[in-house]
């Protein structure tokens, strides 16, 4: 499920997902997400009355961070002396 917040004034304040939406845009099974967020890794996730929610921002983020930190290959610039 997807939802988004808006203020009074119709403008959109955060895109959010539930768990099963920040394992589809991921990649990464709802239960390694559980397994994440019981030992504190992975991407930011919140609960509010009770309900977890993830910022579609924080997944995009993470999996930025994610992908820094193993890519390999690809084109390497070497600059003319």
């Keep these: 499920m997807q939802s988004s917040d808006t203020d009074q004034k119709g403008t959109?304040?955060?895109?959010?997902v539930k768990i099963d939406g920040a394992s589809?845009?991921?990649?990464?099974?709802?239960?390694?997400?559980?397994?994440?967020?019981?030992?504190?890794?992975?991407?930011?996730?919140y609960t509010v009355a009770g309900r977890l929610w993830y910022?579609?921002?924080d997944l995009e983020a993470w999996l930025d961070e994610q992908k820094a930190q193993s890519v390999r290959g690809g084109l390497e610039v070497v600059q003319a002396r």
């Design 55 to 57: 910022d579609v921002a």
């Design 24 to 45: 589809e845009i991921s990649g990464v099974p709802v239960g390694t997400l559980r397994f994440y967020r019981a030992t504190n890794q992975g991407p930011r996730s």
């Design 12 to 16: 959109e304040l955060t895109e959010r």
